[in-house]
């Protein structure tokens, strides 16, 4: 029995000793509760996660904003090479209208007297039958000229309804211009408002380094990264992305001073004569996929689930690329954000 009581005494005092800890463990969580809540209130500056997402919404707005312009252009292209046509068709219908007008009028004036009538009445009758024989040569003539009044008539009409549909279709990428662009003004707006708000440690993480850290990438880096290539056009495309290291950010650009992520790459090729799309999207797939692990220098490399955002490889883990307004061109590591593929253009 004693065994027995000294066995229950013990729970007790567990029990007693459990629920005092336990008081005290609750009184300071809800004390560190009220302490986190009113460090956390004021939260003056936004985490940088914000802004990194922002950043993230206007490229995407930018991506769509470059395609519609694209479109854009070789809309506004199309309709001014239809005006030309239509303007050069326009001229061989008024000529061939005066043609036309010149014969019906001769034929008009003829037109009077009855062919037999003439015949008779004609001091010349030899002369008269070679000038019938004349005036229906000149029908036949007339109605060439009216076929080809006609012909060009249609073509004109053709030409202008094809016009009609460029107006329209360049009127449609207007308006989508002005909702990207309107978009990106908006998301760019609110990164530069959460940036001021940010402690100066939160804003350098974003920022990164200067222009001049940018540049000091260059150097045995460069020469390793042009002996690396798989080609000179490649190893030209790298070269050039090396000089515009400290570059600023400017969205909807393609050099030679400022850029965007996909103007960036679009210019470096372009210096090497190979000719890229204009946006992310379509540049994916204008090479060769390549895996990661095969990557070689001017491998043009892709981030983000949307394929929003794309840089150009420089070997050794590293990429050159156009970040966001914030930061100029610079040298980054490929991990530095979420991979989403690589294409080998040349």
């Known amino acids: 029995m004693a065994a027995h009581r000294r066995s229950r005494q013990r ?3 567990g029990t007693t000793a459990r629920a005092a800890v336990t008081v005290v463990l609750a009184g300071a969580a809800t004390t560190a509760g009220f302490d986190g809540a009113a460090h956390a209130a ?21 991506e769509k904003y470059n395609g ?9 292209e199309r309709l001014r090479d239809l005006q030309d046509e239509t303007a050069r068709a326009q001229a061989r219908l008024n ?61 004109i009409e053709k030409l202008r309804g094809a016009a009609r549909v460029e107006v329209k279709t360049l009127t449609t990428r207007r308006a989508e211009l ?6 990106i003004t908006e998301k760019l707006s609110a990164a530069r408002q959460a940036l001021s708000r940010m402690s100066p440690e939160e804003r ?18 460069r020469d390793a990264a042009l002996s690396q290539a798989p ?25 030679p001073d400022a850029f965007d992520c ?23 797939d204008a090479g060769r996929r390549v895996s990661r692990s095969e990557l070689l220098p001017g491998d043009l490399v892709f981030f983000y689930s949307g394929i929003s955002h794309v840089g150009l490889y420089i070997g050794n883990g590293q990429m050159i690329h156009a970040p966001n307004p914030s930061a100029p061109v610079r040298v980054a590591p490929v991990d530095q954000m979420p991979f989403a593929g690589a294409t080998r253009v040349v």
């Open 42 to 62: 004021p939260r003056p500056a936004p985490a940088s996660a914000d802004v990194d997402r922002l950043y993230r919404e206007a490229e995407v707005a930018t």
């Open 178 to 183: 002005g909702r990207h662009k309107r978009t």
């Open 95 to 155: 000529k061939a209208r005066e043609a036309l007008g010149t014969v019906a009028a001769a034929q008009y004036r003829d037109g009077g007297l009855d062919p037999a009538l003439r015949l008779m009445l004609s001091d010349d009758p030899d002369a008269y039958l070679d000038g019938a024989a004349l005036t229906e040569r000149a029908g036949s003539r007339h109605h060439a000229e009216l076929g080809r009044v006609r012909a060009q008539l249609r073509e």
């Open 11 to 13: 729970p007790v005092g």
């Open 262 to 284: 996909s103007g960036l790459v679009l210019a470096a090729y372009r210096s090497a004569g190979v000719s890229l799309p204009r946006t992310t999207y379509a540049q994916i």
């Open 68 to 76: 519609a312009k694209e479109k854009a252009d070789s809309a506004r």
């Open 204 to 221: 350098a993480r974003i920022t990164g380094g200067s222009d001049r850290a940018a540049r000091s990438a260059g150097g045995t880096a």
């Open 231 to 255: 080609n000179a056009r490649a190893a030209q495309a790298v070269a050039y992305a090396h000089r515009k290291l400290g570059s600023p950010y400017v969205w909807g650009a393609t050099g």
